[in-house]
């Protein structure tokens, strides 16, 4: 009962307001027409009355603006936890800083330059100006030092980011598919082992891997959460089995793709544990996470993985507390599915 | 002596335009079948029209979830019905299909048909000088393929399992794998055959814009006398006929993957309890093929929105455009770098980091022409005596959106950043922004501007006024806000932004952001109401409303097909003689010859 009358309700307001927008038109059109005045076309009332609409609007666009800072600035990200997201924090606080500046000084212009030079009774006559040769170099040469600053500084962030890790890198393998996370240690042998994906089984081997490669057997399986040890290099693998996966660290500032049929690879350095963090922010029940930034179907606003950086005790004390994905029953079985 | 000479060149033309000279077309002929330039970009102004408020209908739908997930909406299940929205609650796939189809229809039914369908069909022959695009046939087919397209888009929203729902970038496997998501079945299908078809659209039209741009420019217009319109228009074309039918091999080889079990995208897939039988093809192959077109086609977006921008500043400022040089070489040098950046999407996709920082430094590159745009429309309104007709409000917002949105894309474009805010809220602000809205507005104003030209009428100002003001503001309501989103780290295309406790406390911003949405798609509806009803009561225009110089103002009001009853019309000047001194009028029309040692500024600027 209630949604047929808000449905026709719905009908009869959208009616109302089309008829009220068609009487106010020709109401206004008899009007003109009567008094002589154009329709269409912008006389000295109108421009007066825009051009300070366009300085009231840019008033308050940048007030707008400077309440989204003010009231959200504190449920933006916290600062970086990794060694690259600190230089990337700097980059973008540059970043802000060019950008702030010249936005507020270019739209403040836009829009006074709307109001200023209105066509009115005092201003009938524009200025013939088609060409400055100096003032258009400027404007080339200016953005110009500013964006070599910027790619300069980039890219040698970039080049960190995607160098080849440290020799003594912690070595793991984050592997995707609808809807979950699965993390693999490489055990004490730091070596990832072979996987296939024809020799998944959900059951007992989920990632595909090799039985007989000694490689695989010291290999530690974990769902639910990813643990990272602070202060040392990880190293990270990433795969995916059915669809492309996005792998986001939003804290560590680092993404990359887990993509099905090869592998992607990231690097990084966690500097403060999640006990650390906690404290700073004052938030006991804060969490770094790790989430899916790659639509991947109907479940993929759930696809996330808590991640918890620990002190390095407390990293070995965990990861010991874990089981090898193969028992000694596996070992040395030559896996027969492989082979075909 | 130059009329004759132009009356030679042009006598194959002239036999045809006789033929048209026989007013016996039926009704068919002259609306539907149409080959007459104008009635074919009113064509595509009704179809795109029709598409977009179809895909702003979307966009609520999809906010209202986002700002009240798990809220029953009366609103939601009028549109969705119980397969999609049972007791007013949105189905997951079915947000994806939304959001998905939402993005297909903007970005290439409204933008790409739309704005180059409407503005290079309406202006190009009337503003270089012809009776009609080069090849009228062609230009025919290119509207109704277009249509077709739009028609299957369209369809596919009303099929069983939903439509195509991988994102508008459609990446495999999930594109092709119909066990990952519903919407990957008869959905994606459908998208597949649409698009390819619209191809078609885009390059009968876009060879036909070149053709006649070069070809069939009157006696006098110099490539430095075209307006920059015109000079957008041309360069848009040109983009679209070497990247679109990228699309279109990229789309052909999707569909082999779909059907005929070959490998092209696809590698070691085990899903539903089954691994697959391809390997050795490449996700990554597609991204490539794909943005390839993606790119430029963010430029074949923005291009023609730059062409209306220069032209209605210039008339409505009473002023030259400002650099017109520097204009033509800042839309050439994006053109070029169009093509060399596509890889800044896919920062993140694994390709070798090598390749990322090149991309880089050519996306940042794009930064220079783009500044000196804006830079040249700001230098053309000082000191102007400037109008504030609709139109100009519109540009006027176009400029400030492509400066805001323009900014935030020095961030995106650093690959070292990208990767912290990549695939989240702040992406999608970003090229909402500089690319959506600034188009979007510009073709406001182009269908202000040229109201009178396609109809005869003018429309009504007053409502003009409250139509930009309330899209205006809600269009930075919607978008400004959404930047914080992404600096949270809010991903896009999440069904739900709250699964995340910190994200939560962000939900203000989603309601912030769906209200100011849905005011902003409401507020259309003055726009809608003034539209058809200017266009049947509206006050007759005069010839020349805004006092333009450029030729399409020569014509009777409204030309019939030929555009020109007598001979065509010879120019002298370029398009931008406004306040010159020593003039009568404050504008000069292209058609008046020189005097004695007057400056031709085309040349000279």
């Not at chain 1, 524009?126 to 890219?155: M, R």
């Not at chain 1, 290999?219 to 996005?246: F, K, S, T, W």
């Not at chain 2, 039914?109 to 190009?124: C, D, Y």
């Not at chain 2, 994606?188 to 876009?206: C, D, E, K, Q, Y």
Request: aromatic share 14%; hydrophobic share 50%; glycine share 8%.
């Amino acid at each position: 009962m209630s949604h047929v009358l808000i449905k026709y309700s719905v009908y009869l307001a959208v009616f109302l307001l089309i008829v009220l927008i068609y009487q106010l038109m020709r109401i206004y059109q008899l009007s003109s027409e009567l008094k002589g005045k154009n329709i269409g076309i912008a006389d000295d009332k109108d421009n007066n009355r825009q051009g300070v609409g366009m300085v009231l609007f840019m008033l308050g666009f940048f007030a707008f603006l400077i309440w989204l800072i003010i009231r959200f600035k504190h449920d933006l990200l916290p600062p970086a936890v990794s060694d690259v997201g600190k230089t990337s924090d700097n980059l973008f606080m540059l970043n802000w800083v060019i950008i702030f500046v010249v936005f507020f000084i270019t739209t403040a212009i836009l829009f006074y330059f709307g109001y200023k030079y209105r066509r009115n009774e005092n201003n009938k006559t524009a200025y013939f100006y088609p060409h400055n040769d100096k003032l258009e170099l400027i404007w080339t040469v200016v953005p110009s030092i500013a964006l070599a600053v910027i790619i300069i500084y980039g890219l040698s962030l970039w080049g960190k980011m995607t160098s080849k890790p440290g020799p003594d890198a912690l070595k793991l393998q984050i592997y995707a598919k609808q809807f979950d996370f699965t993390i693999r240690y490489a055990g004490k042998d730091n070596k990832l082992g072979p996987t296939n994906y024809k020799l998944i089984d959900d059951a007992s081997n989920p990632l595909g891997m090799y039985k007989d490669s000694a490689a695989c057997w010291d290999d530690v399986v974990v769902r639910g959460e990813m643990h990272l040890p602070v202060n040392r290099e990880v190293y990270i693998q990433c795969n995916a089995r059915d669809v492309m996966h996005g792998m986001y660290l939003p804290h560590f500032r680092t993404q990359i793709n887990c993509v099905p049929g090869m592998s992607t690879f990231m690097h990084f350095t966690p500097t403060e544990t999640t006990a650390e963090m906690r404290k700073q922010l004052n938030d006991s029940t804060f969490d770094y996470i790790l989430i899916c930034n790659r639509v991947c179907g109907a479940g993929h606003y759930n696809m996330f993985l808590k991640v918890v950086v620990d002190s390095p005790d407390e990293f070995n004390k965990w990861l010991g507390s874990k089981k090898p994905q193969f028992g000694d029953a596996d070992k040395g079985t030559v896996n027969q599915t492989a082979m075909k | 002596m130059e009329t004759h000479a132009h009356e030679i060149t042009h006598t194959a033309e002239h036999t045809e335009h006789h033929h048209h000279e026989h007013p016996k077309l039926s009704f068919i002929e002259k609306y539907v079948f149409s080959m007459d330039h104008k009635i074919i970009s009113k064509q595509f102004l009704f179809t795109a029209m029709f598409m977009a408020f179809a895909a702003a209908i979307m966009s609520v739908l999809f906010r209202i979830q986002l700002a009240w997930p798990g809220h029953s909406s009366s609103v939601m299940h009028y549109f969705l019905g119980d397969r999609w929205a049972k007791g007013g609650i949105l189905d997951p796939n079915m947000y994806l299909g939304l959001i998905t189809i939402h993005g297909t229809i903007m970005v290439f039914f409204l933008l790409t048909g739309g704005l180059s369908g409407t503005f290079a069909n309406l202006l190009i022959p009337l503003q270089v000088g012809a009776r009609d695009m080069a090849s009228p046939m062609m230009n025919m087919l290119s509207y109704w393929f277009f249509f077709i397209s739009s028609l299957i888009m369209f369809i596919s929203l009303f099929i069983e399992t939903g439509p195509a729902s991988a994102g508008w970038t459609i990446y495999p496997p999930l594109s092709v794998l119909p066990q990952a998501i519903p919407g990957s079945g008869l959905g994606m299908t459908l998208w597949l055959t649409s698009i390819a078809l619209f191809v078609v659209s885009s390059l009968l039209g876009g060879l036909n814009y070149i053709v006649t741009v070069i070809n069939l420019r009157t006696v006098g217009m110099k490539m430095t006398r075209l307006p920059l319109t015109i000079w957008a228009l041309l360069i848009t074309a040109v983009l679209g006929v070497l990247s679109f039918p990228v699309l279109f091999g990229a789309a052909i080889l999707m569909i082999f993957d779909r059907t005929f079990g070959t490998s092209f995208y696809l590698s070691d897939i085990y899903i539903g309890g089954q691994a697959l039988s391809q390997t050795g093809g490449s996700p990554i192959l597609f991204e490539h093929l794909f943005w390839f077109l993606g790119h430029p086609e963010v430029y074949i977006v923005i291009m023609p929105a730059f062409g209306l921008m220069s032209e209605i500043i210039s008339i409505n400022a009473r002023k030259p455009i400002f650099g017109y040089r520097a204009m033509i070489g800042s839309m050439l040098s994006i053109a070029f770098l169009a093509f060399i950046v596509w890889g800044h999407h896919m920062f993140v996709s694994g390709m070798n980091p090598f390749l990322g920082s090149v991309f880089v430094f050519t996306t940042l590159l794009i930064a220079i022409p783009s500044a000196v745009k804006a830079f040249n429309y700001i230098t053309t309104l000082w000191k102007g005596s400037i109008s504030f007709n609709p139109q100009l409000l519109f540009v006027v917002g176009a400029v400030s959106t492509f400066i805001s949105g323009g900014l935030t894309g020095i961030i995106l474009a650093d690959s070292a950043l990208d990767v912290a805010v990549h695939g989240t809220y702040f992406v999608v602000a970003h090229f909402h922004i500089v690319m959506g809205l600034s188009a979007v507005l510009a073709m406001f104003g182009g269908v202000y501007h040229w109201f009178p030209k396609m109809f005869g009428k003018l429309m009504n100002k007053k409502m003009g006024y409250w139509h930009f003001w309330l899209t205006f503001i809600c269009a930075y309501g919607v978008f400004l806000p959404m930047h914080f989103l992404g600096l949270a780290g809010v991903p896009r295309r999440y069904y739900t932004n709250d699964a995340f406790a910190p994200w939560a406390k962000l939900q203000d911003i989603n309601i912030i952001v769906t209200i100011f949405a849905i005011v902003g798609v409401l507020s259309q509806i003055i726009f809608f109401v003034n539209f058809f009803y200017s266009m049947f009561k509206g006050t007759k225009s005069d010839e020349n409303p805004w006092r333009a110089n450029t030729l399409e103002w020569t014509t009777p009001l409204v030309p019939e097909h030929g555009n020109w009853p007598g001979p065509l019309p010879v120019v002298h000047r370029w398009a931008y003689d406004y306040s010159k001194p020593g003039k009568e009028h404050d504008f000069v029309p292209q058609t008046v010859p020189m005097e004695e040692g007057e400056l031709d500024e085309g040349e000279h600027s």
